[in-house]
């Protein structure tokens, strides 16, 4: 079962930034598509930025032009920057495998929990 170890949440203001970090326990990493996820209290878990096994990037509307989604498949790692935060950014943020990547499903890590509030 591959483990999934989200880190680098907390709180920072309105207009800061912080740097997620998402290490999967595969060695097909390399060939898997990845993305972050985030749910927000009371609402449905929804998909923020994908990065494909290319290096191909892609965002909800949401979060474009302020989040960059990075991997370093060498440590098997996928990382989330994130500037210009908003409150309505605050969330539990999870990384995983796309459903449409080669491979079994993979079950969520802990996630990290990301508060914007001043």
């Known amino acids: 079962q591959v483990q999934l170890v989200e880190s680098g949440g907390g709180l920072v203001q309105p207009g800061g930034s912080l740097r997620l970090s998402c290490a999967a326990s595969?060695?097909?990493?390399?060939?898997?598509?990845m993305g972050w996820y985030r749910q927000a209290p009371g609402k449905q878990r929804e998909l923020v930025a994908t990065?494909?096994?290319?290096?191909?990037?892609n965002y909800a509307d949401s979060v474009k032009g302020r989040f960059t989604i990075s991997r370093e498949d060498t440590k098997s790692t996928v990382y989330l920057q994130m500037n210009s935060l908003k409150p309505e950014d605050t969330a539990v943020y999870y990384c995983?495998?796309?459903?449409?990547?080669?491979?079994?499903?993979w079950g969520w890590g802990q996630g990290t929990q990301v508060t914007v509030s001043s």
């Open positions: 990065i494909a096994r290319g290096g191909v990037t």
């Open positions: 595969t060695r097909i990493f390399s060939i898997c598509d």
């Open positions: 995983n495998k796309l459903p449409s990547s080669i491979g079994l499903p």
